[in-house]
């Protein structure tokens, strides 16, 4: 069992910043690849960034690659998602999943086995 924990969300202006973190509890922790993903209203969740539980391989969509990073320590059992050049776009529930030792970082949300209760980020224009 892992449970997620997110902090970090807020109301920020169109260009600017924030740093989510990720608390997750229980001992297995570095063998599950994390990821984040987000949910505006209205809409389906989406993939956001991944890292993997092996290699610090990375993953991002397309729509934030270059904005933000994602990045994980695994003696604090955190993981955290950089966001930079924040878009009003960028507004969404944003939610962190733990997916246990895949072969690869997936981006489709069935293959993640624990979820956080999410934390809001609202960018303003």
């Known amino acids: 069992q892992v449970q997620l924990v997110e902090s970090g969300g807020g109301f920020v202006q169109a260009g600017g910043s924030l740093r989510l973190s990720c608390a997750a509890s229980g001992r297995t922790f570095s063998n599950y690849a994390m990821g984040w993903f987000r949910q505006a209203p209205g809409k389906e969740r989406e993939f956001v960034a991944a890292?993997?539980?092996?290699?610090?391989?990375?993953r991002y969509a397309d729509s934030v690659n270059g904005r933000f990073t994602i990045s994980r320590d695994n003696a604090k059992n955190t993981v955290s998602l950089q966001m930079n050049s924040l878009k009003p776009e960028d507004t969404a529930v944003y939610y962190c999943a733990a997916d246990w030792a895949p072969a690869t970082i997936r981006t489709e949300t069935i293959p993640y086995d624990y979820w956080g209760q999410g934390t809001q980020v609202t960018v303003s224009s």
């Open positions: 890292i993997s539980w092996n290699n610090g391989n990375t």
